[in-house]
């Protein structure tokens, strides 16, 4: 059997053997640009968009995808005991939360006024909004923020950062938070192994 088939096989390549070879041109002229210029694995020949940032995903014509981000900024303003004056210390955090309104023009800020629970609640109530009050003014006045995107609630002595009898705990809820949340799109980006999340 195996001898057989040794036979046949010669007799097989034997028979291949008498076509003639047919050679190809020497060179062929390249109709289009197959090279990728932005290195985004669209050839140029394909490319609908040019100069996309490195390491964006593109769909098959070369252009970015965009997806919806969610992001939060907190801002952590102090005062003094009794008061709801800004300190100059605070504006350079107030000027964070500005450049990142400006930046998302979609995103909106809730001013959230706090109190220590030292002294009368009610009082403390009023005192928290009027902290409250002088973030966003500050937001409106000093850095131009459209009013219609800022919102200030005081929270009174309610909802404390520490709940210790303490100065430090007292100057600790003394504060006003800024919750900044918003939706704005960004270039996707592809997977890489250096990819965190």
């Known amino acids: 059997m195996k001898k057989g088939f040794t036979i046949l096989s010669v007799l097989l390549l034997a028979g291949c053997s008498s076509q003639g070879i047919v050679t190809m041109q020497d060179t062929s002229p ?5 090279r990728d210029l932005d290195y985004d694995g669209v050839i140029k020949a394909r490319e609908k968009c040019d ?3 490195r390491g964006a995903a593109v769909d098959n014509d070369g252009c970015p995808q ?3 981000v969610k992001q939060s900024f907190r801002l ?13 210390s605070n504006y350079a955090k107030l000027e964070q939360l500005a ?8 995103a909106s800020v809730t001013i959230e ?24 003014k500050a937001l409106v006045n000093d ?3 459209d009013a219609s995107r800022v ?29 900044l949340s918003g939706s704005y799109s960004t270039t996707d980006m592809r997977w890489t192994i250096f990819t965190v999340n």
């Not at 303003?77 to 008061?83: G, K, L």
């Not at 450049?99 to 979609?106: A, C, E, I, P």
């Not at 006024?113 to 973030?135: C, E, F």
Request: aromatic share 6%; proline share 5%.
């Open 66 to 68: 965009d997806k919806t």
């Open 51 to 53: 100069e996309t940032l």
């Open 99 to 106: 450049d990142f309104l400006n930046d998302q023009k979609n």
């Open 113 to 136: 006024g706090h109190a220590s629970k030292v002294g009368n609640p009610a009082y403390n109530l009023t005192l928290s909004q009027r902290r409250a009050d002088a973030v966003a």
């Open 143 to 145: 850095f131009d923020i």
């Open 30 to 34: 390249q109709v289009n640009e197959l």
């Open 151 to 179: 919102d200030a609630i005081g929270y009174g002595d309610t909802v404390p950062l520490n709940d210790e009898d303490s100065e430090y705990a007292h100057d600790v809820n003394r504060r006003v938070m800024a919750t």
């Open 76 to 88: 952590n303003v102090t005062f003094p005991n009794d008061s709801s004056e800004l300190r100059p």
